[in-house]
Protein backbone atom coordinates (compact mmCIF):
# COMPACT_ATOMS: atom_id res chain seq x y z
CA UNK A 1 0.00 0.00 0.00
CA UNK A 2 1.41 3.30 -0.79
CA UNK A 3 2.64 5.81 2.19
CA UNK A 4 0.19 8.58 0.95
CA UNK A 5 -2.89 7.43 3.51
CA UNK A 6 -0.67 5.58 6.01
CA UNK A 7 2.63 8.11 6.80
CA UNK A 8 3.75 8.09 10.29
CA UNK A 9 4.99 10.90 12.57
CA UNK A 10 4.08 14.78 11.94
CA UNK A 11 5.58 16.29 9.23
CA UNK A 12 8.13 18.11 11.02
CA UNK A 13 9.71 15.88 12.77
CA UNK A 14 9.86 14.11 9.52
CA UNK A 15 12.01 17.71 8.21
CA UNK A 16 14.17 16.94 10.82
CA UNK A 17 15.44 13.87 10.28
CA UNK A 18 15.68 14.82 6.34
CA UNK A 19 17.79 18.32 7.26
CA UNK A 20 20.13 15.88 9.51
CA UNK A 21 20.33 13.23 7.18
CA UNK A 22 21.33 15.42 3.84
CA UNK A 23 22.74 18.30 5.82
CA UNK A 24 26.29 18.72 4.77
CA UNK A 25 28.28 19.07 8.27
CA UNK A 26 27.81 15.60 9.53
CA UNK A 27 29.96 14.65 5.91
CA UNK A 28 32.40 17.24 6.69
CA UNK A 29 32.59 16.36 10.35
CA UNK A 30 33.51 12.68 9.71
CA UNK A 31 35.46 13.70 6.43
CA UNK A 32 38.38 15.63 8.68
CA UNK A 33 38.20 13.53 11.56
CA UNK A 34 38.84 10.80 9.52
CA UNK A 35 41.81 13.04 7.96
CA UNK A 36 43.30 13.68 11.15
CA UNK A 37 43.37 9.83 12.36
CA UNK A 38 45.46 9.16 9.11
CA UNK A 39 47.48 11.71 9.51
CA UNK A 40 48.31 10.01 12.81
CA UNK A 41 48.84 6.60 11.40
CA UNK A 42 51.06 7.78 8.67
CA UNK A 43 53.20 9.43 11.00
CA UNK A 44 53.14 6.39 13.43
CA UNK A 45 54.01 4.29 10.29
CA UNK A 46 57.08 6.25 9.45
CA UNK A 47 58.13 6.21 12.66
CA UNK A 48 58.40 2.45 12.44
CA UNK A 49 60.11 3.03 9.24
CA UNK A 50 62.56 4.63 10.40
CA UNK A 51 63.38 0.96 12.42
CA UNK A 52 65.21 0.32 9.04
CA UNK A 53 68.20 2.43 10.94
CA UNK A 54 67.76 0.80 13.96
CA UNK A 55 65.90 1.57 17.46
CA UNK A 56 68.10 4.65 18.30
CA UNK A 57 66.54 6.58 15.22
CA UNK A 58 63.04 5.35 15.88
CA UNK A 59 63.36 7.04 19.67
CA UNK A 60 64.66 10.19 18.40
CA UNK A 61 61.76 10.57 15.68
CA UNK A 62 59.14 9.57 18.63
CA UNK A 63 60.16 12.51 20.67
CA UNK A 64 58.98 14.93 17.80
CA UNK A 65 55.92 12.88 17.45
CA UNK A 66 54.90 13.39 21.28
CA UNK A 67 55.20 16.78 21.10
CA UNK A 68 52.26 16.62 18.62
CA UNK A 69 50.10 13.61 19.89
CA UNK A 70 50.89 13.40 23.65
CA UNK A 71 50.56 17.22 23.93
CA UNK A 72 46.68 18.02 25.68
CA UNK A 73 45.91 19.91 22.53
CA UNK A 74 47.00 17.01 20.17
CA UNK A 75 45.31 14.50 22.83
CA UNK A 76 41.96 16.67 22.77
CA UNK A 77 42.51 16.31 18.78
CA UNK A 78 42.99 12.89 18.34
CA UNK A 79 40.74 11.52 20.96
CA UNK A 80 37.74 13.72 19.74
CA UNK A 81 38.43 13.01 16.10
CA UNK A 82 38.14 9.27 17.40
CA UNK A 83 35.14 9.68 18.97
CA UNK A 84 33.21 11.40 16.60
CA UNK A 85 34.82 9.68 13.56
CA UNK A 86 33.01 6.46 15.27
CA UNK A 87 29.84 7.75 16.29
CA UNK A 88 29.50 9.04 12.67
CA UNK A 89 30.22 6.15 11.07
CA UNK A 90 28.21 4.40 13.25
CA UNK A 91 24.83 6.93 12.67
CA UNK A 92 26.02 6.67 9.06
CA UNK A 93 25.78 2.24 9.20
CA UNK A 94 22.35 2.78 11.19
CA UNK A 95 21.09 5.11 8.48
CA UNK A 96 21.76 2.50 5.82
CA UNK A 97 18.64 0.65 4.02
CA UNK A 98 20.37 -1.94 2.18
CA UNK A 99 23.30 -3.85 2.38
CA UNK A 100 24.44 -4.43 -1.06
CA UNK A 101 26.95 -2.08 -1.82
CA UNK A 102 30.15 -2.51 -3.61
CA UNK A 103 33.07 -3.94 -2.55
CA UNK A 104 35.06 -1.10 -1.29
CA UNK A 105 32.40 0.64 0.81
CA UNK A 106 31.75 -3.12 2.51
CA UNK A 107 35.45 -2.98 3.47
CA UNK A 108 35.42 0.51 4.67
CA UNK A 109 32.38 -0.95 7.26
CA UNK A 110 34.48 -4.22 8.07
CA UNK A 111 37.88 -2.88 8.65
CA UNK A 112 36.26 0.61 10.22
CA UNK A 113 34.42 -1.89 12.81
CA UNK A 114 37.74 -4.29 13.43
CA UNK A 115 40.53 -1.13 14.03
CA UNK A 116 38.60 -0.74 17.42
CA UNK A 117 39.56 -4.72 18.52
CA UNK A 118 42.61 -4.59 16.85
CA UNK A 119 43.79 -1.32 18.40
CA UNK A 120 42.46 -2.00 21.96
CA UNK A 121 45.56 -4.21 23.67
CA UNK A 122 48.31 -1.84 21.30
CA UNK A 123 46.94 1.13 23.15
CA UNK A 124 46.55 -0.36 26.47
CA UNK A 125 50.05 -1.20 26.25
CA UNK A 126 51.66 2.00 25.20
CA UNK A 127 49.41 4.72 25.71
CA UNK A 128 47.57 3.68 28.72
CA UNK A 129 50.15 2.00 30.03
CA UNK A 130 52.59 4.84 30.33
CA UNK A 131 50.27 7.45 30.61
CA UNK A 132 48.20 6.31 33.70
CA UNK A 133 50.31 3.71 35.24
CA UNK A 134 54.06 4.76 34.06
CA UNK A 135 54.89 2.07 32.40
CA UNK A 136 58.08 2.16 29.93
CA UNK A 137 56.55 2.81 26.55
CA UNK A 138 59.80 3.45 24.68
CA UNK A 139 59.93 1.68 21.69
CA UNK A 140 62.84 -0.73 22.95
CA UNK A 141 60.80 -1.45 26.13
CA UNK A 142 57.57 -1.76 24.00
CA UNK A 143 59.06 -4.25 20.95
CA UNK A 144 60.92 -6.40 23.33
CA UNK A 145 57.50 -6.79 25.10
CA UNK A 146 55.75 -7.13 21.64
CA UNK A 147 58.26 -9.49 19.39
CA UNK A 148 57.37 -12.00 18.34
CA UNK A 149 54.61 -12.63 20.47
CA UNK A 150 51.91 -10.60 18.95
CA UNK A 151 54.21 -9.21 15.65
CA UNK A 152 51.22 -10.62 13.45
CA UNK A 153 48.69 -9.11 15.16
CA UNK A 154 50.38 -5.82 14.97
CA UNK A 155 50.84 -6.55 11.22
CA UNK A 156 47.01 -7.22 10.55
CA UNK A 157 46.56 -3.94 12.39
CA UNK A 158 48.90 -2.05 10.57
CA UNK A 159 47.25 -3.03 6.99
CA UNK A 160 43.52 -3.02 8.20
CA UNK A 161 44.14 0.52 9.10
CA UNK A 162 46.10 1.52 6.38
CA UNK A 163 44.14 0.53 3.96
CA UNK A 164 40.65 1.82 5.51
CA UNK A 165 42.29 5.03 5.64
CA UNK A 166 43.57 5.12 2.17
CA UNK A 167 40.47 3.89 0.37
CA UNK A 168 38.93 6.87 2.58
CA UNK A 169 40.65 9.15 1.13
CA UNK A 170 40.71 8.31 -2.49
CA UNK A 171 36.77 8.66 -2.45
CA UNK A 172 37.29 11.83 -0.52
CA UNK A 173 39.67 13.78 -3.13
CA UNK A 174 38.72 11.80 -6.78
CA UNK A 175 36.46 14.59 -7.71
CA UNK A 176 39.31 17.21 -7.24
CA UNK A 177 40.45 18.97 -10.57
CA UNK A 178 44.42 17.88 -9.54
CA UNK A 179 43.71 14.34 -8.05
CA UNK A 180 44.11 12.81 -11.11
CA UNK A 181 47.50 14.41 -11.89
CA UNK A 182 49.01 13.00 -8.85
CA UNK A 183 47.07 9.89 -8.69
CA UNK A 184 49.91 7.43 -9.53
CA UNK A 185 52.25 9.32 -6.99
CA UNK A 186 49.98 9.06 -3.80
CA UNK A 187 49.37 5.04 -5.26
CA UNK A 188 53.33 4.55 -5.05
CA UNK A 189 52.94 6.19 -1.06
CA UNK A 190 50.37 4.30 -0.20
CA UNK A 191 52.17 0.93 -1.31
CA UNK A 192 55.57 2.02 -0.11
CA UNK A 193 54.61 3.62 3.22
CA UNK A 194 53.53 0.35 4.75
CA UNK A 195 55.73 -2.01 2.83
CA UNK A 196 58.49 0.77 4.75
CA UNK A 197 56.72 0.19 8.15
CA UNK A 198 56.48 -3.23 7.67
CA UNK A 199 60.44 -3.67 7.11
CA UNK A 200 61.03 -1.37 10.25
CA UNK A 201 58.97 -3.25 13.01
CA UNK A 202 60.51 -6.38 11.53
CA UNK A 203 63.87 -5.16 11.80
CA UNK A 204 63.72 -3.24 15.30
CA UNK A 205 61.82 -6.17 16.86
CA UNK A 206 64.42 -8.47 15.58
CA UNK A 207 67.19 -5.79 17.31
CA UNK A 208 65.27 -5.56 20.40
CA UNK A 209 64.82 -9.36 21.01
CA UNK A 210 69.01 -9.55 20.95
CA UNK A 211 69.48 -6.19 22.67
CA UNK A 212 66.73 -6.21 24.78
CA UNK A 213 65.69 -9.77 25.36
CA UNK A 214 64.85 -8.88 29.39
CA UNK A 215 62.96 -5.56 29.35
CA UNK A 216 62.19 -4.36 32.52
CA UNK A 217 59.04 -6.18 34.06
CA UNK A 218 55.91 -4.57 35.32
CA UNK A 219 55.03 -3.95 38.93
CA UNK A 220 52.22 -6.16 40.40
CA UNK A 221 50.34 -2.70 41.00
CA UNK A 222 51.44 -1.78 37.15
CA UNK A 223 49.92 -5.13 35.68
CA UNK A 224 46.89 -5.01 38.02
CA UNK A 225 46.15 -1.38 36.39
CA UNK A 226 46.69 -2.56 32.78
CA UNK A 227 44.57 -5.56 33.80
CA UNK A 228 41.77 -3.69 35.38
CA UNK A 229 41.58 -1.03 32.32
CA UNK A 230 41.56 -4.03 30.07
CA UNK A 231 38.50 -5.67 31.41
CA UNK A 232 36.64 -1.80 31.26
CA UNK A 233 38.01 -1.74 27.60
CA UNK A 234 36.77 -5.43 26.76
CA UNK A 235 33.42 -4.41 28.66
CA UNK A 236 33.01 -0.89 26.66
CA UNK A 237 33.95 -2.63 23.24
CA UNK A 238 31.55 -5.24 23.63
CA UNK A 239 28.56 -3.10 24.93
CA UNK A 240 29.40 -0.90 21.75
CA UNK A 241 28.85 -3.96 19.89
CA UNK A 242 26.01 -4.99 21.58
CA UNK A 243 23.94 -1.82 21.36
CA UNK A 244 25.17 -0.99 17.37
CA UNK A 245 24.16 -4.69 16.68
CA UNK A 246 20.44 -4.36 18.43
CA UNK A 247 20.18 -0.32 16.90
CA UNK A 248 20.78 -1.90 13.46
CA UNK A 249 17.84 -4.72 14.43
CA UNK A 250 15.90 -1.64 15.73
CA UNK A 251 16.32 0.14 12.95
CA UNK A 252 15.19 -3.02 10.29
CA UNK A 253 12.04 -3.57 11.99
CA UNK A 254 11.43 0.15 12.36
CA UNK A 255 11.93 0.82 8.16
CA UNK A 256 9.73 -2.35 8.07
CA UNK A 257 6.78 -1.40 9.59
CA UNK A 258 6.57 2.07 8.52
CA UNK A 259 4.62 3.08 5.40
CA UNK A 260 6.42 2.98 2.23
CA UNK A 261 6.12 4.27 -1.31
CA UNK A 262 6.39 3.14 -4.21
CA UNK A 263 8.90 3.93 -7.05
CA UNK A 264 8.40 3.09 -10.73
CA UNK A 265 11.41 2.58 -12.88
CA UNK A 266 11.26 2.77 -16.46
CA UNK A 267 12.14 -0.44 -17.74
CA UNK A 268 12.05 -2.28 -14.73
CA UNK A 269 8.49 -1.51 -13.50
CA UNK A 270 7.49 -0.12 -9.96
CA UNK A 271 8.78 -1.61 -6.33
CA UNK A 272 7.88 -0.26 -2.67
CA UNK A 273 10.42 0.87 -0.29
CA UNK A 274 10.42 1.72 3.13
CA UNK A 275 9.38 5.98 3.37
CA UNK A 276 12.47 8.00 3.99
CA UNK A 277 14.97 5.61 1.64
CA UNK A 278 16.58 7.09 -1.09
CA UNK A 279 16.15 6.46 -4.63
CA UNK A 280 20.10 4.70 -4.78
CA UNK A 281 19.01 2.48 -1.65
CA UNK A 282 16.16 1.45 -3.78
CA UNK A 283 17.65 0.43 -6.66
CA UNK A 284 19.95 -1.80 -4.92
CA UNK A 285 17.67 -3.16 -2.96
CA UNK A 286 15.83 -4.66 -5.80
CA UNK A 287 18.79 -5.00 -7.66
CA UNK A 288 18.45 -2.45 -10.64
CA UNK A 289 21.41 -1.09 -12.39
CA UNK A 290 22.36 2.20 -10.98
CA UNK A 291 26.17 3.83 -11.17
CA UNK A 292 27.17 5.86 -8.38
CA UNK A 293 31.07 6.13 -8.41
CA UNK A 294 31.17 8.64 -5.33
CA UNK A 295 29.45 5.48 -3.43
CA UNK A 296 25.72 7.71 -3.49
CA UNK A 297 27.83 10.62 -1.09
CA UNK A 298 26.63 13.71 -3.46
CA UNK A 299 29.91 14.63 -4.26
CA UNK A 300 28.97 12.85 -8.47
CA UNK A 301 26.35 13.17 -10.70
CA UNK A 302 26.45 9.83 -12.29
CA UNK A 303 23.41 8.46 -9.72
CA UNK A 304 21.21 11.22 -11.25
CA UNK A 305 17.81 10.12 -12.41
CA UNK A 306 14.91 12.18 -14.36
CA UNK A 307 11.61 12.56 -12.18
CA UNK A 308 8.63 11.09 -14.54
CA UNK A 309 5.74 11.13 -12.38
CA UNK A 310 5.64 12.89 -8.61
CA UNK A 311 7.89 15.57 -8.76
CA UNK A 312 5.30 17.99 -6.67
CA UNK A 313 6.00 18.21 -3.12
CA UNK A 314 9.24 16.39 -3.36
CA UNK A 315 11.59 17.49 -0.44
CA UNK A 316 13.80 20.39 -1.82
CA UNK A 317 17.31 19.57 -2.53
CA UNK A 318 19.81 20.21 -0.04
CA UNK A 319 22.67 22.97 -1.05
CA UNK A 320 25.51 20.65 -2.33
CA UNK A 321 22.92 19.11 -4.36
CA UNK A 322 21.47 22.32 -5.69
CA UNK A 323 25.20 23.17 -6.28
CA UNK A 324 25.82 19.96 -7.95
CA UNK A 325 22.81 20.14 -10.56
CA UNK A 326 22.99 23.36 -11.43
CA UNK A 327 27.12 22.52 -11.85
CA UNK A 328 26.40 20.10 -14.98
CA UNK A 329 22.97 22.44 -16.07
CA UNK A 330 20.70 19.66 -15.06
CA UNK A 331 16.83 20.70 -15.55
CA UNK A 332 14.17 20.85 -12.79
CA UNK A 333 12.71 17.47 -12.82
CA UNK A 334 16.97 16.04 -12.43
CA UNK A 335 18.06 14.93 -9.51
CA UNK A 336 20.43 13.11 -7.73
CA UNK A 337 19.67 8.94 -7.04
CA UNK A 338 21.63 9.12 -3.86
CA UNK A 339 19.44 12.43 -2.36
CA UNK A 340 16.40 12.11 -3.46
CA UNK A 341 14.31 10.57 -0.75
CA UNK A 342 10.87 10.44 -1.87
CA UNK A 343 7.81 11.10 0.47
CA UNK A 344 5.19 9.61 -1.57
CA UNK A 345 4.86 7.77 -5.08
CA UNK A 346 7.00 8.66 -7.90
CA UNK A 347 8.38 7.68 -11.25
CA UNK A 348 11.71 7.47 -12.32
CA UNK A 349 14.41 7.28 -15.03
CA UNK A 350 18.00 6.34 -14.12
CA UNK A 351 19.77 8.69 -16.73
CA UNK A 352 22.97 6.98 -17.06
CA UNK A 353 22.11 3.34 -16.53
CA UNK A 354 25.59 0.91 -15.72
CA UNK A 355 26.80 0.21 -18.73
CA UNK A 356 27.83 -3.97 -19.88
CA UNK A 357 26.68 -6.72 -17.63
CA UNK A 358 25.39 -5.30 -13.90
CA UNK A 359 27.44 -7.06 -11.05
CA UNK A 360 27.49 -6.41 -7.10
CA UNK A 361 30.39 -4.01 -7.96
CA UNK A 362 28.34 -2.25 -10.67
CA UNK A 363 29.64 1.19 -9.50
CA UNK A 364 32.99 0.79 -10.75
CA UNK A 365 32.18 0.00 -14.19
CA UNK A 366 32.13 3.74 -14.94
CA UNK A 367 35.96 4.18 -14.61
CA UNK A 368 36.03 1.15 -17.27
CA UNK A 369 33.32 2.35 -19.44
CA UNK A 370 34.30 6.44 -19.39
CA UNK A 371 37.05 8.59 -18.40
CA UNK A 372 38.29 12.17 -18.65
CA UNK A 373 41.72 13.51 -18.71
CA UNK A 374 43.90 15.87 -20.90
CA UNK A 375 45.41 14.91 -24.05
CA UNK A 376 46.55 15.77 -27.42
CA UNK A 377 44.87 14.78 -30.24
CA UNK A 378 46.36 15.03 -34.21
CA UNK A 379 43.85 14.55 -37.39
CA UNK A 380 45.49 13.95 -40.59
CA UNK A 381 43.66 13.96 -43.85
CA UNK A 382 45.02 13.28 -47.29
CA UNK A 383 45.13 15.96 -50.04
CA UNK A 384 43.52 15.76 -52.95
CA UNK A 385 42.48 12.02 -52.55
CA UNK A 386 39.90 11.32 -55.28
CA UNK A 387 42.64 12.62 -57.96
CA UNK A 388 45.22 9.87 -56.25
CA UNK A 389 42.85 7.49 -56.58
CA UNK A 390 41.09 8.68 -60.01
CA UNK A 391 41.36 6.13 -62.98
CA UNK A 392 43.25 3.48 -60.14
CA UNK A 393 42.94 -0.05 -60.21
CA UNK A 394 40.66 -1.62 -57.07
CA UNK A 395 43.66 -3.43 -56.10
CA UNK A 396 46.02 -0.28 -56.96
CA UNK A 397 43.56 1.62 -53.60
CA UNK A 398 43.66 -1.07 -51.52
CA UNK A 399 47.37 -1.69 -51.71
CA UNK A 400 47.90 2.42 -50.98
CA UNK A 401 45.21 2.89 -48.52
CA UNK A 402 46.84 -0.55 -46.45
CA UNK A 403 50.28 0.70 -46.98
CA UNK A 404 48.96 3.94 -45.36
CA UNK A 405 47.78 2.75 -42.39
CA UNK A 406 50.05 0.51 -41.60
CA UNK A 407 52.70 3.29 -42.14
CA UNK A 408 50.49 5.70 -39.98
CA UNK A 409 49.64 3.47 -37.21
CA UNK A 410 53.34 2.69 -36.47
CA UNK A 411 54.32 6.28 -36.50
CA UNK A 412 51.46 6.64 -33.48
CA UNK A 413 52.24 3.90 -31.87
CA UNK A 414 56.15 4.21 -31.70
CA UNK A 415 55.58 7.55 -29.53
CA UNK A 416 53.01 6.35 -27.29
CA UNK A 417 49.60 7.30 -29.12
CA UNK A 418 47.19 5.38 -30.58
CA UNK A 419 45.14 5.64 -32.98
CA UNK A 420 41.38 6.38 -32.44
CA UNK A 421 39.62 6.12 -36.12
CA UNK A 422 41.10 5.38 -39.34
CA UNK A 423 39.15 5.72 -42.23
CA UNK A 424 39.78 5.82 -45.97
CA UNK A 425 42.36 8.90 -45.95
CA UNK A 426 42.85 9.98 -43.12
CA UNK A 427 42.75 9.35 -38.99
CA UNK A 428 42.71 10.68 -35.44
CA UNK A 429 45.16 9.64 -32.96
CA UNK A 430 45.28 10.38 -29.20
CA UNK A 431 48.21 10.85 -27.30
CA UNK A 432 47.21 10.40 -23.28
CA UNK A 433 49.99 7.90 -22.11
CA UNK A 434 51.17 10.13 -19.55
CA UNK A 435 48.06 11.22 -18.32
CA UNK A 436 49.99 13.84 -15.37
CA UNK A 437 52.43 14.79 -17.70
CA UNK A 438 50.26 16.81 -20.51
CA UNK A 439 53.72 17.94 -22.14
CA UNK A 440 54.42 14.64 -23.03
CA UNK A 441 51.83 13.96 -24.51
CA UNK A 442 51.97 17.01 -27.03
CA UNK A 443 55.63 16.30 -27.62
CA UNK A 444 55.34 12.90 -28.98
CA UNK A 445 52.37 14.10 -31.69
CA UNK A 446 54.46 16.73 -32.89
CA UNK A 447 57.39 14.13 -33.15
CA UNK A 448 54.51 11.75 -34.53
CA UNK A 449 53.56 14.32 -37.01
CA UNK A 450 57.10 14.91 -37.82
CA UNK A 451 57.77 11.38 -38.78
CA UNK A 452 53.83 11.07 -40.48
CA UNK A 453 55.85 13.51 -43.21
CA UNK A 454 58.93 11.44 -43.24
CA UNK A 455 56.60 8.34 -44.20
CA UNK A 456 54.75 10.16 -46.90
CA UNK A 457 58.06 11.35 -48.59
CA UNK A 458 59.16 7.17 -48.47
CA UNK A 459 56.02 6.61 -50.20
CA UNK A 460 56.10 9.51 -52.78
CA UNK A 461 59.69 7.88 -53.86
CA UNK A 462 58.31 4.07 -53.78
CA UNK A 463 55.60 5.05 -55.28
CA UNK A 464 56.49 7.99 -58.02
CA UNK A 465 55.38 6.00 -60.96
CA UNK A 466 52.19 4.72 -59.73
CA UNK A 467 50.60 8.01 -58.21
CA UNK A 468 49.45 10.74 -60.87
CA UNK A 469 50.23 13.38 -57.82
CA UNK A 470 52.37 12.99 -54.79
CA UNK A 471 50.78 12.27 -51.53
CA UNK A 472 50.48 15.12 -49.64
CA UNK A 473 48.43 15.92 -45.89
CA UNK A 474 47.64 18.19 -43.56
CA UNK A 475 47.90 18.02 -39.89
CA UNK A 476 45.48 19.95 -36.96
CA UNK A 477 46.92 18.74 -33.29
CA UNK A 478 45.48 20.53 -30.58
CA UNK A 479 45.80 19.86 -26.87
CA UNK A 480 43.04 19.88 -24.05
CA UNK A 481 40.38 17.56 -21.96
CA UNK A 482 38.45 14.71 -23.77
CA UNK A 483 36.48 11.85 -23.20
CA UNK A 484 37.51 8.27 -23.55
CA UNK A 485 34.52 6.20 -24.01
CA UNK A 486 33.83 2.52 -24.67
CA UNK A 487 31.87 2.12 -27.67
CA UNK A 488 29.58 -1.22 -28.02
CA UNK A 489 28.08 -3.88 -26.56
CA UNK A 490 30.44 -5.27 -23.37
CA UNK A 491 33.81 -4.59 -22.80
CA UNK A 492 35.23 -7.81 -24.74
CA UNK A 493 33.07 -6.04 -27.80
CA UNK A 494 33.98 -2.44 -27.68
CA UNK A 495 36.64 0.04 -28.83
CA UNK A 496 37.82 3.20 -27.06
CA UNK A 497 36.78 6.74 -28.39
CA UNK A 498 38.03 9.93 -27.69
CA UNK A 499 34.79 12.58 -27.69
CA UNK A 500 34.71 16.34 -26.59
CA UNK A 501 35.72 19.63 -28.72
CA UNK A 502 38.86 18.95 -28.33
CA UNK A 503 38.80 16.29 -31.08
CA UNK A 504 37.03 18.70 -32.79
CA UNK A 505 39.06 21.25 -32.77
CA UNK A 506 41.94 19.38 -34.34
CA UNK A 507 39.44 18.45 -36.77
CA UNK A 508 39.12 21.75 -37.59
CA UNK A 509 42.80 22.85 -36.97
CA UNK A 510 43.44 20.25 -39.85
CA UNK A 511 41.17 21.76 -42.37
CA UNK A 512 42.59 25.16 -41.85
CA UNK A 513 46.00 23.93 -42.91
CA UNK A 514 44.61 23.62 -46.86
CA UNK A 515 44.18 27.89 -46.19
CA UNK A 516 47.15 28.61 -45.07
CA UNK A 517 48.92 25.99 -47.18
CA UNK A 518 50.58 24.26 -44.68
CA UNK A 519 51.19 20.67 -43.61
CA UNK A 520 50.82 21.53 -39.72
CA UNK A 521 48.44 23.66 -37.75
CA UNK A 522 49.00 22.98 -34.16
CA UNK A 523 47.42 25.02 -31.61
CA UNK A 524 48.77 27.44 -28.98
CA UNK A 525 47.94 24.82 -26.34
CA UNK A 526 49.84 21.91 -27.75
CA UNK A 527 52.79 24.33 -28.43
CA UNK A 528 52.63 26.33 -24.74
CA UNK A 529 52.63 22.51 -23.16
CA UNK A 530 55.07 20.59 -25.15
CA UNK A 531 57.73 23.47 -24.33
CA UNK A 532 58.87 24.26 -28.02
CA UNK A 533 60.18 27.56 -29.50
CA UNK A 534 57.18 28.98 -31.73
CA UNK A 535 58.17 31.87 -31.55
CA UNK A 536 59.24 32.90 -35.40
CA UNK A 537 55.54 31.96 -35.93
CA UNK A 538 52.84 34.01 -35.76
CA UNK A 539 49.76 33.20 -33.97
CA UNK A 540 46.77 33.08 -36.25
CA UNK A 541 43.06 32.62 -35.00
CA UNK A 542 41.06 29.59 -36.82
CA UNK A 543 37.54 29.51 -36.90
CA UNK A 544 36.87 25.52 -35.82
CA UNK A 545 32.76 25.11 -36.54
CA UNK A 546 29.82 26.78 -37.58
CA UNK A 547 29.26 28.64 -34.16
CA UNK A 548 32.78 30.69 -35.39
CA UNK A 549 34.25 29.57 -32.18
CA UNK A 550 38.26 30.60 -32.69
CA UNK A 551 41.33 28.34 -31.66
CA UNK A 552 44.50 30.42 -31.31
CA UNK A 553 47.19 28.02 -33.04
CA UNK A 554 50.52 28.08 -35.57
CA UNK A 555 50.78 27.16 -39.40
CA UNK A 556 54.02 25.88 -39.78
CA UNK A 557 54.64 25.12 -43.58
CA UNK A 558 56.92 21.70 -43.63
CA UNK A 559 58.74 19.63 -41.79
CA UNK A 560 61.82 21.16 -42.48
CA UNK A 561 60.00 24.64 -40.29
CA UNK A 562 58.57 22.15 -37.68
CA UNK A 563 62.31 20.20 -37.31
CA UNK A 564 63.86 23.68 -36.30
CA UNK A 565 60.88 24.13 -33.95
CA UNK A 566 61.70 21.33 -32.09
CA UNK A 567 65.49 21.25 -32.37
CA UNK A 568 65.28 24.50 -30.25
CA UNK A 569 63.17 23.85 -26.70
CA UNK A 570 61.73 27.18 -25.12
CA UNK A 571 64.02 27.07 -22.52
CA UNK A 572 66.57 27.93 -24.96
CA UNK A 573 64.79 31.03 -25.46
CA UNK A 574 64.92 32.04 -21.56
CA UNK A 575 68.60 31.04 -21.40
CA UNK A 576 69.18 33.86 -24.56
CA UNK A 577 67.05 36.68 -22.95
CA UNK A 578 68.69 36.33 -19.80
CA UNK A 579 72.40 36.62 -21.34
CA UNK A 580 73.74 32.86 -20.73
Given at each position: ????????????????????????????????????????????????????F????????????????K??????????????????????????????????????????L?????????????????????????????????????????????????????????H?????????????????????????????????????????????????????????????????????????A???????????????????????G?????????????????????????????????????????????????????????????P??????????????????????V???????????????????????????????????????????????????????????????????????????????????????????????RD???????????????????????????????V??????????????????????????????????????????????????????????????????????????????L??????????????????
Open positions: MSSVGTTTGSPASGKLQQDFRDHPWSCHARLWSGVVLFTFVLTHLINHALGIGIEAMEVAQQWRWLLWSLPGSVLLYGCFLTHMILASLRILRRHTWRMPRDEAWQIVSGAIPLLAAGHVLETRVGGTWFGADESYHAVLARMWPAVATWQTVLLLVAWTHGVVGIHSLRYQNWYPHWRTTLRMVAIIVPLLALAGFVASGREAGTRFANPKPMTEEQRAGLDKARMMLDSGLGAFGIGLGLIGFAYVRRRSRATVTITYRGYPVQVPRGISVLEASRMHGIPHPSTCRGRGRCSTCRVHILSGAKGLPDASGPERMLLSHIGAENVRLGCQLRPTHDIGVRVLMPLGRPTADADSEANEWALERNATVLCLDLRAFSTLTQNRLPYEIAVLINRFAAEMTQAVESHGGHIDLMYGDGLLAVFDADEHHVGAGARAALSAAMSRVLDLLNSEMRGALPIPIRAGIGIHTGPVLARIGDGLQNSVMRAIGTTVAFSVGLEAASKEFLADYVVAVSTAEASGYDFTDHSVRDVVVDAHNTTVPAFAISDRAADKIMARPAMLRVLNKAGV
